[in-house]
């Protein structure tokens, strides 16, 4: 299926690794000129050349911290007028929230709920006055399952759902939508990480805890960030113009409610 979107302007946040990574992938799959940032410099060019070399278009990497206003303003210079909007951070740390205090918060709210607000303020209008856009907001399977040690996670992310609710009923009527992707365990840098520090803590080899883990998923493996892309790539499709204010879940069968 052609998407639609060959020579449309995405920016894709936080796309050097993992989920964002194989988002700016599909994307550039179907034409789609990018627009990447990261923190790391070294990492976001390695992927830009990558996605140069096996699609052809064009790739700006912009290496920044999207969450604060300075690289905002760096990623939004080099692409003010988007037709695809990515919105992706890291997640906050896990812990108790007995231990965290109010500049934790805000830190967990500037990252995963403030941020994709102000960048979904910088660029709705020009995506209505084009009467063409499409907004994508990676979350977190905790959204609709809560996890008990990802407090900060589950407030900051539930914000943006909230708040992501209400215009996505307001822009949808100028061929403008806003959905969000609720990833749950993905083979990715970070659910490496987590697996790795949970092997150390029992003192068993890391597989042991990996298998574990996809044992408890019943598609029995973690998710590919490549058919994560895919399926981000089909909510910027022209196609899904009549598809806003959703929250897809892609978590291997992992949530276990019928609704």
Known sequence: MDFGIKGKTAIVCASSKGLGRGCAFSLAREGVNLVITARGKEALEKTAEEIRAATGVKVTAVACDITTEAGRKLTLAACPDPDILVNNAGGPPPGDFRNWTRDTWIAALDANMLTPIELIRAT????????????????????????????????????????????????????????????????????????????????????????????????????????????????????????????????????????
């Open 124 to 259: 709705v209008d020009g995506m209505i006055s084009r009467k063409f856009g499409r907004i994508v907001n990676i979350t977190s399977s905790s959204v609709k399952a809560p996890i008990e040690i990802l407090g900060l996670s589950n407030g900051a992310r539930s914000g943006l759902t909230g708040f992501v609710a209400g215009i996505a009923r307001k822009t949808v009527a100028h061929n403008v939508t806003i959905n969000n992707l609720l990833p749950g365990s993905f083979d990715t840098d970070r659910i490496r990480t987590t697996l790795t520090a949970q092997a150390k803590t029992r003192g068993v080899d890391v597989e042991v805890i990996r298998k574990e883990r996809m044992g408890q998923c019943p598609a029995g493996r973690f998710g590919d960030p490549a058919e994560f892309g895919d399926a981000c790539a089909y909510l910027c499709s022209a196609q899904a113009g009549y598809v806003t204010g959703q929250n897809f879940l892609i978590d291997g069968g992992s949530y276990p409610g019928t609704y």
